[in-house]
DNA sequence: GAATATATGGTACGACTGTTTCAACAACGA
DNA sequence: TCGTTGTTGAAACAGTCGTACCATATATTC
């Protein structure tokens, strides 16, 4: 008996309060700011999430459950070449709208530098890309367990996507993607 | 007349600060804890610097004198097949010993993401290998001021770091360098 | 109505932050 | 010794932080 608990509650603020860090960063995040654009209170925060550190760690999760989504939405319909397959991938990645992610997990991936404890399971954002990508570039992989070319690529993805998100050099990072895509394609 | 101001104690003290930054990270910076590891004071601190902002610029200006020291010490000495002195900056930049500097490279960068306005010159650690890369690689640039090799060089050597940097996979990110290596010199 | 469980607002605590203020001390030239 | 300039300590200021506490409001069953 008694009043009954209002779980969408909580998912309705775990949704917003990630919009809210997609759009401010992790870094200088704090509950009363929040709550504030929020339209709640740290009080309500607390109460649903327990600690600031367990609200970061489910809407760290969220994120990444939308990035997974969107994931899902694209990749399976790449086809054609190597090089097609690769600029779809890094026309995807580097996309406008995807910048609040990739700014959020360069974020972490710092974060988790200084306290690497605290994010035990981050080497899992990058081990979890080598099956997707050995499906998308099996023609090129050495064999089904082939760990060195999704590595590789990712590693020129993200690496290009710092150069981007610091420079906004679009047009050099294009560039240099269709250089390594032609390499890549022999 | 009056007493003799000392310089000599602010370089003392900036080398030192930037020390602590290498081992503690940036993020959580703060000048009481600071001080007490430098055996000086908040007062102090401020005294010779104006302000905290004025300190993590110094320190950040420091931090980059250091590493081109380096820099300048070990590229000279490249030679040999484009794989070779691929090889070489993947050694030199993925040394252990170098792992601070690196540290505190993706966590500036990360910081620049939110705050743009705070690293108004960062673009220029990008850029700034461009003349370096393009004379150690000059027989793969499709000309002097070729700006996409560098780039797409820089990219893999970064996105391979920051694989590192997570996974702590040695081996394979060397493969994968290995790899790139090799697709580079035909 | 009472009883009960969930949901909130308000407030204050203790610990931190960068910075300022005030006073004192130290080393020099005159 | 005195004035002057550089150096330093102690303390306080004004703010923010995450969080805990206490009361109250709300919605439900009996």
Redesign the pocket.
């Known amino acids: 008996?008694?009043?009954?608990?209002?779980?969408a509650?909580?998912e309705r603020t775990l949704a917003r309060a990630t919009d809210y860090v997609l759009a401010h960063g992790l870094a200088?995040?704090?509950?009363?700011?929040?709550a504030a654009a929020l339209d709640?209170?740290?009080?309500?925060?607390?109460?649903?999430f327990?600690?600031?550190?367990?609200?970061v760690a489910a809407v760290l999760a969220e994120a990444r459950r939308r990035g997974a989504v969107r994931l899902a939405e694209h990749l399976p319909a790449e086809t054609g070449s190597v090089q097609e397959r690769l600029r779809g991938i890094w026309a995807w990645m580097s996309a406008d709208d995807r910048a609040p992610f990739v700014r959020l997990f360069f974020e972490v991936h710092a974060e988790g530098l200084v306290h690497p404890e605290a994010y035990p399971d981050q080497g899992e954002a990058i081990t979890d890309w080598f099956s997707t990508l050995n499906a998308t570039f099996h023609d090129i992989a050495t064999g089904p367990d082939d760990t060195v070319t999704p590595t590789l690529i990712m590693a020129v993805v993200r690496g290009l996507l710092f150069d981007l998100t610091t420079t906004a050099d679009r047009h050099r990072t294009d560039q240099a993607l269709d250089r390594f895509a032609e390499l890549l394609g022999q």
Chains 1, 2 share one sequence.
Not at 1 to 7: C, I, N
Not at 40 to 48: A, G, I, K
């Open positions: 008996m008694g009043r009954p608990a209002d779980p509650r909580r200088g995040l704090s509950l009363r700011p929040l709640t209170s740290p009080r309500m925060l607390l109460y649903d327990g600690s600031k550190q367990e609200l």
